[in-house]
């Protein structure tokens, strides 16, 4: 018998912001705003009918204000780059319980006026400025390195096979035109780029950039009468163990250990299935490690899973088929432009990178310091 | 006469819940939360134990030694005011006693191929103010 809430909930449009990459006179709530219009176009969908809104990164009051909504439904998880795809799972839940019928998720980060999230200051509060930033781990690349080094003097895996991810998901970048880096690269490349936290030399760390990304999750019966084919909720799952790196149960397996199977068993989908991973890339060790936590190879084989190609165009797993975090766009909380992606390939709308036959799905959120996750498994109407 | 500059890098804020740990870093001990209830020690310190969330926790001083968890090694300052520093190591150590902190290593060149993860290191501190000593960790003397 198929979960109670399977399928009981679509996206029905996505977008980013007008201009993606340097934005430099636009905010951060301008982003979101202008996302959302996008992504409420896409749909078909005025936004007079948006009754639940849900975001991270501002508040979904200065949202909710700023486009004219007045929604009865409103989600603020802001866990990091992974609480979009965490806000669709719990918009299939509001819609199944009848709370909401068309749910306005939004994200927008820019660097205008400094705007820019940074170290924590001066609170007590804040952990990680008083237990790790004294060290100088002040940032994800600090905290991401110390992982991704347990995972070499662990299991052998090389600074080459963490290249290889960077490398493949360029190739997939190269053939989007929305993609802020397109020139092929190779592991000589990543390997001369300089240092910035060894083991991560700049190309295997993600792009940091300005955008906005929203997407419009509605009730199965809304689905019929948008403007395109819907994309399905089949699985959520979501989790998280740990908030600073140094107290992470296990360096080199992640909470996608819990809410990957949460979300492929809801589903009832096989990794063998999996037609597209949407997977976040923060660093070239997130998809690595990220893959293993999933399920996709056991852990520690993570090394050899991502060489020879099987994550790049012709591979076996596409993955991050948009040019990713590390080459097509990075604004902070990327875990929105997952969802973009994901739903595109669905409706095969990705011209020269579209991945043939695409039905299923796979996307997975990381935020934090490799924190929490959200999974979701999307299929195609 | 010459005069130290401000130290600039962040400063842990004692408050009364930390406060005994940062008094036995100023005296170059490493003193840790410990639960009387479930009896291991945990870090960083807490009013309730996160193992088995009790309340009546007390302190106790720990060896000082520990394994090397993993490091990285800093190459681009994270602000200006660790530009001085680089390159310089980050680490995680598990201590014998059990709890893991994050720490530097410190008194070795930052060389991947001279670090390796699981050797033996200790505690050294380093006086950053007049309140606050850090806990580095350098490779023991004695294995």
Same mark, same amino acid.
């Given at each position: 018998?198929?979960?109670?809430? @399977?399928?009981?909930?679509?996206?029905?449009?996505?977008?980013?912001?007008?201009?993606?990459?340097?934005?430099?006179?636009?905010?951060?709530?301008?982003?979101?705003?202008?996302?959302?219009?996008? &992504?409420?176009?896409?749909?078909? /969908?005025?936004?007079?009918?948006?009754?639940?809104?849900?975001?991270?990164?501002?508040?979904?009051?200065?949202?909710?204000?700023?486009?004219?909504?007045?929604?009865?439904?409103?989600?603020?998880?802001?866990?990091?780059?992974?609480?979009?795809?965490?806000?669709?799972?719990?918009?299939?839940?509001?819609?199944?319980?009848?709370?909401?019928?068309?749910?306005?998720?939004?994200?927008?980060?820019?660097?205008?006026?400094?705007?820019?999230?940074?170290?924590?200051?001066?609170?007590?509060?804040?952990?990680?400025?008083?237990?790790?930033?004294?060290?100088?781990?002040?940032?994800?690349?600090?905290? @991401?390195?110390?992982?991704?080094?347990?995972?070499?003097?662990?299991?052998?895996?090389?600074?080459?096979?963490?290249?290889? /991810? &960077?490398?493949?998901?360029?190739?997939?970048?190269?053939?989007?035109?929305?993609?802020?880096?397109?020139?092929?690269?190779?592991?000589?490349?990543?390997?001369?780029?300089?240092?910035?936290?060894?083991?991560?030399?700049?190309?295997?760390?993600?792009?940091?950039?300005?955008?906005?990304?929203?997407?419009?999750?509605?009730?199965?019966? =809304?689905?019929?009468?948008?403007?395109k084919k819907p994309v399905w909720v089949l699985g959520i799952g979501e989790a998280h163990d740990h908030s600073m790196i140094s107290q992470m149960p296990d360096l080199t397996r992640t909470a996608a250990q819990y809410s990957g199977p949460a979300a492929m068993g809801m589903a009832g989908v096989t990794h063998g299935e999996i037609d597209l991973a949407m997977i976040y890339d923060s660093f070239t060790y997130t998809v690595l490690v990220t893959l293993e936590s999933l399920g996709f190879c056991k852990q520690g084989e993570g090394g050899a899973f991502?060489?020879?190609?099987?994550?790049?165009?012709?591979?076996?797993?596409?993955?991050?088929?948009?040019?990713?975090?590390?080459?097509?766009?990075?604004?902070?909380? @990327?875990?929105?432009?997952?969802?973009?992606?994901?739903?595109?390939?669905?409706?095969?709308?990705?011209?020269? =990178?579209?991945?043939?036959?695409?039905?299923?799905?796979?996307?997975?959120?990381?935020?934090?310091?490799?924190?929490?996750?959200?999974?979701?498994?999307?299929?195609?109407? | 006469?010459?005069?130290?500059?401000?130290?600039?890098?962040?400063?842990?804020?004692?408050?009364?819940?930390?406060? !005994?740990?940062?008094?036995?870093?100023?005296?170059?001990?490493?003193?840790?939360?410990?639960?009387?209830?479930?009896?291991?020690?945990?870090?960083?310190? !807490?009013?309730?134990?996160?193992?088995?969330?009790?309340?009546?926790?007390?302190?106790?001083?720990?060896?000082?030694?520990?394994?090397?968890?993993?490091?990285?090694?800093?190459?681009?300052?994270?602000?200006?005011?660790?530009?001085?520093?680089?390159?310089?190591?980050?680490?995680? +150590?598990?201590?014998?006693?059990?709890? !893991?902190?994050?720490?530097?290593?410190?008194?070795?060149?930052?060389?991947?191929?001279?670090?390796? +993860?699981?050797?033996?290191?200790?505690?050294?501190?380093?006086?950053?103010?007049?309140?606050?000593?850090?806990?580095?960790?350098?490779?023991?003397?004695?294995?």
């Amino acid at each position: 018998m198929p979960h109670p809430l @399977y399928r009981g909930a679509a996206i029905a449009g996505v977008d980013e912001s007008d201009q993606i990459g340097n934005v430099p006179n636009k905010t951060s709530l301008q982003l979101h705003a202008e996302a959302a219009m996008n &992504a409420l176009a896409d749909a078909g /969908i005025d936004k007079s009918e948006v009754d639940g809104v849900a975001t991270a990164g501002v508040s979904p009051m200065q949202t909710a204000e700023y486009l004219g909504i007045v929604p009865r439904y409103t989600d603020g998880t802001s866990v990091g780059g992974s609480s979009f795809v965490i806000h669709v799972g719990h918009a299939l839940e509001a819609i199944s319980d009848g709370r909401a019928s068309v749910v306005l998720i939004t994200h927008g980060e820019g660097h205008m006026g400094g705007g820019r999230r940074g170290p924590g200051g001066p609170d007590p509060s804040n952990l990680a400025g008083q237990y790790e930033a004294p060290f100088g781990v002040l940032g994800p690349p600090y905290a @991401y390195s110390l992982a991704a080094m347990r995972h070499m003097a662990l299991y052998g895996t090389t600074k080459e096979q963490l290249a290889q /991810i &960077a490398v493949q998901t360029r190739q997939w970048a190269s053939m989007n035109p929305k993609a802020l880096m397109r020139d092929p690269i190779t592991v000589e490349d990543v390997f001369n780029s300089r240092l910035i936290s060894y083991p991560f030399n700049l190309l295997d760390c993600c792009l940091v950039t300005d955008a906005g990304g929203a997407c419009v999750v509605v009730s199965p019966e =809304r689905a019929r009468s948008i403007k395109k084919k819907p994309v399905w909720v089949l699985g959520i799952g979501e989790a998280h163990d740990h908030s600073m790196i140094s107290q992470m149960p296990d360096l080199t397996r992640t909470a996608a250990q819990y809410s990957g199977p949460a979300a492929m068993g809801m589903a009832g989908v096989t990794h063998g299935e999996i037609d597209l991973a949407m997977i976040y890339d923060s660093f070239t060790y997130t998809v690595l490690v990220t893959l293993e936590s999933l399920g996709f190879c056991k852990q520690g084989e993570g090394g050899a899973f991502v060489s020879n190609g099987r994550l790049g165009p012709g591979g076996a797993l596409p993955t991050n088929t948009n040019g990713g975090g590390l080459s097509y766009t990075h604004s902070g909380m @990327y875990g929105m432009f997952l969802l973009l992606e994901a739903t595109r390939q669905l409706r095969s709308e990705c011209g020269q =990178r579209q991945v043939p036959d695409c039905r299923i799905a796979l996307v997975n959120g990381t935020g934090g310091s490799l924190s929490s996750t959200g999974t979701l498994v999307l299929a195609a109407d | 006469m010459t005069t130290q500059p401000p130290y600039a890098k962040p400063i842990p804020l004692i408050t009364p819940e930390n406060e !005994r740990f940062w008094q036995g870093c100023k005296a170059h001990e490493l003193w840790l939360r410990f639960c009387n209830a479930c009896a291991k020690p945990y870090y960083y310190p !807490r009013d309730i134990c996160p193992i088995c969330g009790a309340r009546d926790v007390t302190w106790k001083q720990m060896s000082g030694k520990g394994t090397l968890h993993t490091f990285a090694i800093v190459h681009r300052a994270p602000t200006p005011a660790f530009r001085e520093d680089v390159p310089f190591i980050t680490a995680i +150590v598990d201590l014998d006693e059990g709890p !893991r902190m994050m720490t530097n290593l410190v008194g070795i060149a930052p060389d991947p191929a001279k670090i390796t +993860v699981g050797m033996p290191v200790e505690v050294t501190f380093e006086d950053i103010t007049e309140q606050i000593s850090l806990p580095k960790f350098r490779p023991a003397a004695y294995p």
